[in-house]
């Protein structure tokens, strides 16, 4: 110190200077302190919860910003949103919601039962061509009988209708034609909002003071800070520019664990991986070849491989899903056996090996999964060609379903229906696959209009054994997630669906 | 040396225009139908969806028609709005582009401003022990990736200096010291690779020139080596040179990309790689002709450049 001082009046006033500027540096931090500073890897397309469904987007604006009529506790059950309570009439066609009151946008008009009624109309208007209107097909008409009252009549009687809901923001009412309004500027009525957004910058957003339960809410803000280095989201959380870091990957997390003033939260996340069969072209129309695909892979060996570990193997709905879900140990072709696997390809009178191409999905784990795959089905008698297209070649592929097998991911949700209906029921609009099963239609039709929860039930577990073995999908892992959470965020908790909508009740010390 | 300008004019309106034909097909050339690549990591798009975005891009029209629809816009500036912001992409293109800007400039001060006199001492000392260490950083230096160096200088002084690694961007005007030291590593690791090639080029170039004839005469005149060197010899050096920072522009251009990513500083290349991942056409096509602009007039200015270092060019052409 004493040597550097001597060097002359230059530095020393460079070095006061530094001083003065990391004082000023710590003070204007303690000033914000109650804003969190979040890393997330990848900058929305737009704002619109309405339009946009890329994950990127719907993190910040879904639970931050918007609510839906109903809402999701941490253990995944549908719990009171923008909704109080609902009754549904006794042939199940009509369903009345009484709203809270007390609820306003962010630009303090009160949220009223009309505002409901518009914003699911929106999501079905053709102007606005909402991803989402799937999810409110069975919709016919919806009223407002007062400003606190909403009726929903329906087509048919829809029991996924409430999980459906909870992915449904409302917005400010007279926006059914307009898509660009709230791309840019969100209004919702959720614990926080919008401030400002420098793209590929940050996200601000403050909290919203006229916030129905504001007791709850004790951050200042949020900023979410996007950061696509996975390496430079690790050095942030270290030095504590950043208190959390929502999503880690298997790699990152295994060196954050342990690490000073870093705790790591983990769950299982919703959203599988797959291998997908064409079931319209030889050799995978043949039942026995899917049934011999499925006893030909070591889910738990995949895991280990190519996600270090970090998973659990994959029946048609996740583990986390208590009422619905079927053991992977009741799945008899869960069980690797590469002997049955060749006498079921036998049996099926297809000549040995099989030949067939499988198309990646771009993405690191994906890649690395495939080649585990390609290698156990080449022990059981297939011969597996690797296809990496990038990623526009591969979706116009798999929406043409121009494969043999495509290796990839699928979103999930709380709600069978969400899971199946799309993928596997004749016709749906994601059945790429091309599989046809009349015996699954009927029971998926079935889980889909009975509101009796044992017969649901019922059915969702004869339809997963369906699929589990001879289905047009090996489900291979649900893969952990995990958050790096800095010891000073208290109250934050990981959602198996990556919400964080536990932000509203997240406070920093 | 008006007739150079006005040949080099010409050549550039023909190049900018060739840029333009190739940017505006490329929506068209992707294998597959680009609007339902755009939309395809949605699994859940409707055929009204698909149509209304291909009416809103004008591809329902004729191919020339088109073009010229997207060039007469283009000319003034309006390059369409962004596909998912609904933003117009020039404002976007606007909000990004200082920070690229500014850290060009500073890698290209420090790496070029650091190149003369490394190389004008690497050439005073040919074949010495202190040329050799340098000749060998400069081979490093050209090797090394700077992403990689970005991440191991970030993960350094993370280490090291926790407080000093700060991440992000924030305005000159807002936080002069805080952008200053937030470009600062960065601007290191893009500058080191120009360093390294441009001390060299000097080094050969002062070889070349201290052997000729006139630096004979300039010594055998009297004059001292610090002028013999400096006024005479770099000044005909200097000529390769300036070509050569013109040719790391464009290079800087590129790297920024990976070194935006890296240090997560909200510039073109970062607009670029998102535009990309999120296949937002109109905010490619317009991020790419300003890239491509931008690296036409710098070679542009480097012709003039010449011009101005040697008074021989100006009466050649």
């Known amino acids: 110190m004493l040597r550097i001082v001597k060097q002359g009046p230059g530095l020393r006033r460079a070095l006061r200077c530094g001083v003065a500027a990391a004082t000023f540096a710590l003070l204007a931090g303690a000033a914000s302190a109650q804003t969190l500073e979040v890393a997330v890897e990848a900058s929305p397309a737009g704002l619109d919860p309405h339009i946009v469904t890329a994950f990127a987007s719907s993190q910040i604006v879904l639970g931050p910003i918007y609510e839906g009529l109903t809402a999701l506790d941490k253990d995944l059950n549908i719990i009171p949103g923008l909704a109080q309570s609902w009754t549904a009439s006794a042939d199940g066609k009509t369903v009345t919601f009484k709203l809270r009151s007390g609820v306003t946008f962010h630009d303090g008009k009160p949220m009223e039962a009309e505002d409901v009624a518009s914003s699911l109309r929106r999501v079905l208007s053709k102007d606005v061509g909402s991803p989402l209107a799937s999810r409110l097909s069975a919709m016919e008409s919806a009223t407002a009988v007062d400003a606190t009252t909403l009726e929903l009549k329906l087509k048919e009687p829809s029991a996924p209708l409430l999980a459906s809901l909870t992915g449904i923001a409302i917005v400010p009412r007279g926006l059914e034609g307009n898509k660009d309004a709230l791309q840019r500027a969100p209004m919702g009525t959720g614990p926080f909002k919008f401030e400002e957004w420098q793209p590929n910058g940050f996200i601000r957003l403050a909290k919203h003071a006229g916030y129905w339960n504001t007791a709850e809410v004790k951050l200042a803000g949020v900023k979410f800070n996007f950061v696509p280095e996975a390496a430079t989201r690790q050095v942030g959380i270290g030095n504590g520019q950043f208190a959390l870091l929502p999503h880690v990957d298997a790699a990152t997390a295994l060196q954050l664990k342990g690490k000073p003033n870093i705790a790591m939260q983990e769950t299982t996340e919703l959203a599988y991986t797959l291998i997908g069969m064409n079931t319209s072209k030889p050799p995978f129309d043949n039942v026995k070849v899917r049934e011999a695909l499925n006893y030909a892979l070591n889910r738990k060996e995949i895991i280990d491989a190519a996600l270090f570990g970090s998973g659990a193997p994959a029946a048609p709905l996740p583990a986390v899903l208590k009422d619905w879900a079927v053991d992977v140990k009741d799945l008899p072709c869960y069980t690797y056996d590469p002997a049955k696997a060749q006498a079921l390809l036998k049996e099926a009178g297809v000549a040995t090996p099989v030949t067939v191409s499988m198309t990646v999905l771009p993405r690191q784990d994906i890649r690395d999964i495939a080649q585990v795959v390609q290698q156990q089905l080449g022990k059981a008698g297939f011969k597996v060609e690797l296809k990496n297209p990038e990623l526009g070649q591969f979706v116009q592929d798999w929406r043409n379903s121009n494969f043999d097998l495509f290796a990839s991911t699928n979103a999930g949700s709380i709600e069978p229906d969400d899971y199946f209906y799309r993928a596997f029921r004749t016709g749906g609009s994601t059945n790429v696959f091309k599989y046809s099963n009349p015996e699954l239609d009927t029971l998926l039709d079935k889980g889909r209009a009975t509101l009796d929860k044992p017969a649901r039930q019922a059915a969702y577990r004869d339809a997963q054994k369906i699929l589990g073995c001879t289905g047009p999908a090996a489900h291979i892992a649900y893969p952990t997630l995990f958050s790096a959470v800095r010891s000073n965020l208290q109250g934050y908790d990981i959602y198996a669906n990556r919400s964080l909508v536990s932000l509203g009740r997240a406070s920093l010390r | 040396m008006l007739r150079h300008l006005l040949q080099r004019g010409l050549d550039l309106l023909i190049v900018l225009f060739g840029i333009s034909v190739i940017v505006f097909l490329m929506i068209r050339l992707i294998p597959g139908d680009a609007v339902a690549i ?242 937002n056409y109109p905010l490619i096509q317009a991020t790419i002709l300003v890239v491509t602009v931008g690296f036409v007039l710098v070679n542009a200015l480097v012709d003039f450049a010449y011009a101005l270092i040697d008074p021989r060019l100006r009466t050649a052409s």
């Open chain 2, 38 to 279: 755009m939309l395809g990591a949605n699994t859940e798009v409707t055929p009204e969806r698909i149509a209304a975005m291909r009416g809103s891009l004008g591809l329902d029209r004729p191919l020339l028609e088109q073009y010229w629809v997207w060039l007469s816009r283009a000319v003034q500036g309006d390059f369409g709005t962004s596909i998912w912001t609904g933003r117009p992409v020039m404002q976007e293109i606007a909000a990004q582009i200082w920070p690229t800007l500014q850290l060009t400039l500073f890698s290209l001060v420090l790496g070029a401003g650091l190149a003369i006199p490394v190389g004008c001492l690497m050439a005073h000392w040919r074949g010495g022990r202190a040329d050799l260490v340098l000749r060998v950083g400069a081979i490093a230096g050209l090797t090394i990736p700077s992403f990689w160096l970005g991440i191991v200088m970030l993960i350094t002084v993370a280490t090291l200096a926790p407080s000093f690694a700060s991440l992000g961007y924030v305005p000159f005007s807002e936080d002069p010291l805080g952008n200053l030291q937030r470009l600062l590593l960065p601007a290191i690791a893009l500058a080191l690779p120009i360093l390294a090639n441009l001390s060299r080029l000097v080094r050969t170039a002062m070889l070349d020139a201290l052997g000729q004839d006139y630096i004979r005469t300039a010594r055998a005149k009297g004059l001292g080596e610090r002028a013999v060197l400096y006024r005479h010899a770099l000044r005909n050096a200097l000529i390769p040179f300036v070509t050569s920072v013109g040719i790391m522009t464009g290079y800087l251009l590129g790297g920024a990309i990976v070194v935006e990513q890296v240090f997560s500083i909200p510039g073109l290349g970062r607009l670029i790689l998102g535009a990309i991942a999120e296949r």
